[in-house]
């Protein structure tokens, strides 16, 4: 069975930073993309960032890039996000979702909220 | 980046009936389209990708269709567990991106 937990979620001050972390299991992470989706309060979906399966390349919406990053650690099947320089707008639920054919975001996790407020 | 638009916004059905919700395209994205259903408190749950291939586990009830740019998914007799907010996302292009949502409520 597909898992995924998030972690590292809460309340960070504005221009602060907070690392989120998914950990994968059920399936083989490392032969898989994956991708961070979030949800602001209240609103619709919004696509953060992908990573390739071999963690090679990385993609990005206009929003969040040059301040996130994401990474993987095949080793521990955990999926990263370094969000720095945080917003108000950054609030939001944060979900990280498996990867299955094409950009189709099969199996999601239960999220993780990232409040920005000082 | 491509502009996913959903009508309606919300739709007010009763259980039993057939709904029909719309997601517009800005520009050609092939047959690179997957619909989402979210319940409150709940994280989303692929329904359908490839425009119509529906995906492990979901009903014959829900389907997909294309013309165009203009993409149907299609729920034809409406069960209690049906009433949610369901998106649809494209993956022809980066950015992905996701339509705004249609809540399905009940009437």
């Known amino acids: 069975e597909v898992q995924l937990v998030e972690s590292g979620g809460g309340l960070v001050q504005p221009g602060g930073s907070q690392r989120l972390s998914c950990a994968a299991s059920?399936?083989?992470?490392?032969?898989?993309?994956m991708s961070w989706v979030r949800q602001a309060p209240g609103k619709g979906l919004e696509w953060v960032s992908a990573?390739?399966?071999?963690?090679?390349?990385?993609y990005f919406a206009d929003s969040v890039k040059g301040r996130f990053t994401m990474s993987r650690d095949t080793s521990k099947n955990t999926l990263f996000l370094q969000m720095n320089s945080l917003r108000a707008e950054d609030t939001a639920v944060y979900y990280c979702?498996?990867?299955?054919?094409?950009?189709?975001?099969?199996?999601w996790g239960q999220g993780t909220l990232v409040t920005v407020s000082s | 980046e491509i502009v996913m638009t959903q009508s309606p916004a919300t739709l007010s059905m009763s259980p039993g009936d057939r709904a029909t919700l719309s997601c517009r395209a800005s520009?050609?994205?092939?047959?690179?389209l997957a619909w989402y259903q979210q319940k409150p408190g709940q994280a989303p749950r692929l329904l359908i990708y490839?425009?119509?291939t529906r995906a492990t586990g979901i009903p014959a009830r829900f389907s997909g269709s294309v013309s165009g740019t203009e993409f149907t998914l299609a729920i034809s007799s409406l069960q209690s567990e049906d009433f949610a907010v369901y998106y649809c996302?494209?993956?022809?292009?980066?950015?992905?991106?996701f339509g705004g949502g249609t809540k399905v409520e009940i009437k």
């Open positions: 996302q494209q993956y022809n292009n980066w950015p992905l991106t």
């Open positions: 520009q050609s994205v092939s047959s690179n």
């Open positions: 979702a498996k990867v299955g054919a094409g950009w189709v975001h099969d199996y």
């Open positions: 990573i390739s399966g071999g963690g090679g390349s990385t």
């Open positions: 059920g399936f083989t992470f490392s032969s898989y993309a």
């Open positions: 490839g425009a119509s």
